[in-house]
């Protein structure tokens, strides 16, 4: 059988590549290929990441690694595989799990990763990963760590010392897979650059070996970064001590309010120091990239205008506007707490 694994990296657009490979099964079968149910958490397949978090753990593993999982759950979730993959064995399988990148910081994370593929029936995986701009990435992730509510803060490290900091090295990321899958079978993309076909869900459906059909369902969800408002106010309700479903709540209704902005004045941007820092620490990973994907580039994005760049990160200038969406935003919550009670009181 055949695999497409997308491995991510973060905050390139899985959110609506995911939602629209969910959105598009039944086309997708029709063309043969499948987005297998089982192995997913909710729109992605996080099963294979616990997967690997479980057995890398291990300090020997067996012949057929899948015998030496003890969780229950992912047991299950194996097993519910076998027999989809087993009605849809002609088909091809499309994967797509961030995790892979986000929490596989050594090689022996995707050697393991790699062994749990050919278990589960795979001959032929290809990896696919998207890469975008080291200033857009830090960025984009400083917004996650509220969403998240990581318990820190990526502004406040060197770049040296991030907790994550494998997942801003593409030269690494890139050596790594293509050591364990082959080289032959990495297909690197870049966000917002050379897309063919124009935009994101038509390069990504072309590099899974689809031709674009205009029926294709295009409902998109997709994550947006925090505004300056949504920043502060997450940052601070991480910091109280709430229950984790109650966050959940918090960040849902959060989300819809605070992403995104087209004013300047609440644009999030990182402080012009660590930005610099971060884009001059990994320029040399980002060449190497560039001298082996993509030599017909002068450089693998376009480069930042420090004299322009205009930090942005903390809320100075407040606006009637943004006193009237905080008290939407505290409504929401009496509305969605009042639903809440009247349900318990019916029921």
Same mark, same amino acid.
């Given at each position: 059988m055949t695999a497409y694994l997308h491995i991510g990296t973060t905050n390139t657009g899985n959110q609506e590549k995911q939602g629209f490979l969910m959105q598009n099964e039944e086309k997708l079968l029709e063309k043969g290929y499948i987005y297998p149910k089982s192995l997913r958490v909710a729109n992605r397949h996080w099963a294979l990441v616990d997967i690997v978090l479980e057995l890398v753990k291990k300090e020997k593993l067996s012949q057929n690694i899948l015998e030496d999982l003890d969780n229950e759950r992912l047991l299950r979730t194996i097993e519910n595989f076998k027999v989809e993959s087993a009605l849809h064995k002609d088909k091809k399988f !499309? @994967? $797509?799990?961030? %995790? /892979?990148?986000? &929490? *596989? $910081?050594? =090689?022996?994370?995707?050697?393991i990763l790699e062994r749990v593929m050919r278990e589960l029936g795979f001959t032929q995986i290809y990896i696919i990963v998207y890469f975008r701009d080291t200033l857009g990435y830090l960025n984009s992730h400083c917004s996650q760590d509220h969403k998240n509510n990581m318990g820190y803060y990526s502004a406040d490290f060197s770049p040296d010392n991030h907790p994550r900091k494998y /997942? *801003? &090295?593409?030269?690494? !990321?890139? =050596? !790594?897979?293509?050591?364990? *899958? %082959?080289?032959?079978n990495l297909i690197v993309r870049l966000l917002r650059e050379d897309y063919i076909g124009g935009t994101l869900l038509k390069d990504f459906v072309y590099h899974l070996g689809l031709e674009w059909d205009e029926g294709f369902i295009l409902k998109q969800t997709k994550?947006? $970064?925090?505004?300056? #408002? %949504?920043?502060? #106010?997450? $940052? +601070? #309700?991480?910091? =109280? &001590? #709430?229950?984790q479903d109650n966050l959940n709540s918090l960040? @849902?209704?959060? +989300? +819809?309010?605070f992403e995104g902005t087209q004013e300047q004045r609440l644009k999030f941007a990182v402080q012009k120091d660590i930005a610099k820092a971060y884009v001059d620490y990994f320029a040399p990973s980002l060449e190497w990239v560039r001298q082996k994907y993509f030599p017909h580039k002068k450089s693998l994005f376009t480069p930042v205008n420090w004299n322009e760049y205009q930090e942005n990160y903390t809320l100075k200038d407040v606006k009637k506007e943004d006193w009237d969406n905080i008290v939407d935003f505290m409504a929401q919550i009496i509305v969605s707490k009042n639903k809440i009670i009247q349900s318990l009181k019916e029921n």
């Open positions: !499309i @994967f $797509s799990a961030e %995790g /892979i990148v986000w &929490d *596989f $910081s050594t =090689k022996r994370h995707v050697e /997942i *801003f &090295d593409y030269e690494w !990321i890139c =050596k !790594i897979h293509a050591e364990v *899958f %082959g080289e032959e994550n947006e $970064s925090f505004n300056l #408002l %949504g920043m502060e #106010l997450m $940052s +601070r #309700l991480n910091r =109280k &001590d #709430l229950q960040l @849902f209704m959060a +989300r +819809r309010k």
